[in-house]
C-alpha cells in the first residue's frame, strides 16, 4: 500500500527488515497469545507477528489504513478497533493481555500513563519509542534522565532497554533516534503506596521545580519533622531520590503520625 504518512497521526514507518525481526524475537510472540498492537501501520510488526499468533487485535485510528487492513487481512486472524488509544478500554479485550507498538512519539507519555492503569490485565509491554524517553523510563536516580516520568513507571513496571533503532530504520525517517524497550508489571508491587494519587501528588510537585531543594518543592506537603521521622536530607533534590523513599514520603503523609 502507498501511504502518505500523517503528521497529525505522528506516523513513521518502520522499514528495516533486520530490526523488525530482531523485535520479534523479543516480543517472543506464541500462538494463544492475546496480544493487541497499537498503532500498527502498514504492518511492519503486525504481518510477522500473525505468523506466530492465531489472532491479533490492533489499535488504529488512520481510517485509511484500516480501509486497506480489512482488504489485506483476514477477518478470523485480526480484529480492528478504530479508537483513539488515548480513549480504548483494553479491559474489554482478554483477562491477560500483552501489549506491542510503534507508538505515536507526541503522545507516547500519555499512552503509558494509560496503560499503568491496566497493569492488573497486562503481561508484557514492547514498544518502539523516541530513545530519549527510553532512558527517562530506565534512568537510575541521579543522572540527569532521571525524573517524574522515571519514578511514576518504575513503581509498576521492570524495564529493559532492548535496543538503539537509528531513524533510516523508518519512512519518512523521524529526526531523532528510537528506542525498544520491554516493560512487565510487578506480579508484587516492591514498595506498595498506600494512597497512589497522594504519591502521584508527592512526584508531581518534588520534579515540578528539579533544581530546587527538597525543603522547597514539597513545602506545604513535609515539614522539617517529617524530613527527620524519614531520614531524608531536605537539601536533596528529587533526582536523588529512588521509588522507594517517594513511596515513604506518601505513606508517611497518608498515615497517622
Not at 527510553?134 to 518504575?154: D, H, I, K, W
Not at 502521584?200 to 524530613?227: E, M, P, Y
Amino acid at each position: 500500500m502507498k501511504h502518505i504518512a500523517k503528521k497529525k497521526f505522528g506516523q513513521n514507518f518502520l522499514i528495516d527488515q533486520g530490526i523488525i525481526q530482531a523485535l520479534i524475537n523479543a516480543i517472543h510472540p506464541q500462538s494463544q497469545d492475546c496480544m493487541v498492537e497499537i498503532g500498527p501501520g502498514l504492518g511492519a510488526m503486525t504481518q510477522p507477528l500473525l505468523k506466530h499468533l492465531k489472532h491479533l487485535h490492533v489499535v488504529e485510528i488512520d481510517r485509511d489504513i484500516i480501509l486497506w487492513m480489512q482488504g489485506f487481512y483476514p477477518a478470523d486472524s485480526l480484529t480492528i478497533h478504530n479508537a483513539d488509544v488515548l480513549k480504548f478500554d483494553f479491559a474489554c479485550l482478554c483477562p491477560r493481555i500483552r501489549v506491542v507498538g510503534n507508538l505515536p512519539y507526541n503522545i507516547s507519555s500519555p499512552i503509558l500513563f494509560k496503560l499503568l492503569e491496566n497493569t492488573a490485565q497486562i503481561i508484557d509491554m514492547h514498544f518502539m519509542l523516541q530513545k530519549e524517553v527510553v532512558e527517562r523510563m530506565v534512568a537510575s536516580p541521579s543522572t540527569a534522565a532521571y525524573g517524574r516520568l522515571s519514578v511514576m513507571l518504575q513503581y509498576r513496571l521492570q524495564m529493559d532497554y532492548l535496543v538503539t533503532v537509528p531513524p533510516e530504520s523508518f519512512d519518512p525517517a523521524p529526526k531523532v533516534e528510537s528506542a525498544f524497550v520491554r516493560c512487565v508489571p510487578y506480579a508484587k508491587l516492591p514498595f506498595p503506596a498506600t494512597d497512589e494519587a497522594l504519591f502521584a501528588k508527592v512526584v508531581t510537585a518534588a520534579f515540578g521545580q528539579r533544581r530546587k531543594t527538597l525543603r522547597n518543592t514539597l513545602k506545604g506537603l513535609l515539614d522539617d519533622a517529617g524530613f527527620s521521622a524519614l531520614g531524608i536530607d531536605p537539601q536533596l533534590r528529587a533526582e536523588n531520590l529512588g521509588v522507594a523513599a517517594f513511596v515513604a514520603i506518601s505513606n508517611y503523609l497518608a498515615g497517622p503520625h
